[in-house]
């Protein structure tokens, strides 16, 4: 059973650039969560997805940050126009909504560098 | 909104000895989870250890346990005879259960341990 998937590891984007970050949650998962990591600093949620919908985006910011988690296919988290400030490792983490016991499962992260 | 406190960037001991990281939290709500992540330079976040807040026996796991005192919002991890394998960062987390179904976590700013050989 494989775990989280996110790709790619390391992304390197030049100011102005856009930036797509893919997440694959669990097998049977349908719940996703984005995070994001300033450096030396803890985890900040983002976005929280199901499939096809966005369910709580409290903590995105309001311009060129954008989820999607389609019905086929990872969910994206997308960056346009990026700046140097958006530098920063993206977790993404799935979880199952039957068991509703606060269990989520982290990917290994994405680390976005923005030059 | 809820807040979780960590108040030691930084800890550091030798190695089979215990040690004991701090966590305090601040909300209104009466049930809610509490978590100790793990996060070693892999980055990769992993779970230690989960508490029910409407519980009252403190979890353990292995060599991990928790000393939470619901009254005085605290959380705090004991790691016992301490392993090199244990130096990383370690993140408190909090999960409300108000909104059914939204788990997203309100995580600390972290303690960065250290074992020592």
């Given at each position: 059973?494989?775990?989280?998937?996110?790709?790619?590891?390391?992304?390197?984007?030049?100011?102005?650039?856009?930036?797509?970050?893919?997440?694959?949650?669990?097998?049977?998962?349908?719940?996703?969560?984005?995070?994001?990591?300033?450096?030396?600093?803890?985890?900040?949620?983002?976005?929280?997805?199901?499939?096809?919908?966005?369910?709580?985006?409290?903590?995105?910011?309001?311009?060129?940050?954008?989820?999607?988690?389609?019905?086929?296919?990872?969910?994206?988290?997308?960056?346009?126009?990026?700046?140097?400030?958006?530098?920063?490792?993206?977790?993404?983490?799935?979880?199952?909504?039957?068991?509703h016991n606060g269990e989520q499962y982290f990917g290994p992260g994405t680390r976005l560098t923005v030059t | 909104a809820q807040t979780v406190t960590q108040s030691q960037p930084e800890m550091s001991v030798q190695e089979a000895e215990t040690v004991t990281l701090s966590c305090t939290y601040d909300t209104s709500e009466s049930n809610y989870y509490l978590f100790w992540y793990k996060q070693p330079p892999s980055r990769q976040m992993i779970l230690v250890i989960r508490q029910e807040a409407y519980k009252q026996q403190n979890a353990t796991e292995n060599r991990f346990s928790v000393n939470f005192q619901k009254a005085a919002k605290s959380f705090s991890l004991k790691i016992s005879d301490s392993q090199l394998g244990d130096t990383a960062m370690y993140f408190c987390a909090f999960m409300s259960t108000r909104d059914f179904g939204n788990e997203k976590l309100t995580f600390g700013t972290g303690t960065r341990l250290t074992i020592i050989p």
């Open positions: 059973n494989a775990g989280v998937m996110q790709n790619p590891r390391h992304l390197v984007r030049r100011r102005g650039q856009e930036a797509r970050l893919r997440c694959s949650p669990m097998k049977g998962h349908s719940h996703v969560y984005w995070y994001r990591q300033l450096p030396e600093e803890g985890l900040k949620f983002m976005v929280y997805l199901q499939k096809e919908n966005i369910i709580d985006e409290s903590g995105m910011p309001k311009e060129r940050f954008s989820a999607e988690f389609p019905k086929e296919g990872p969910s994206i988290l997308r960056i346009q126009q990026v700046v140097r400030g958006d530098s920063a490792a993206y977790f993404c983490a799935s979880s199952t909504r039957e068991r | -």
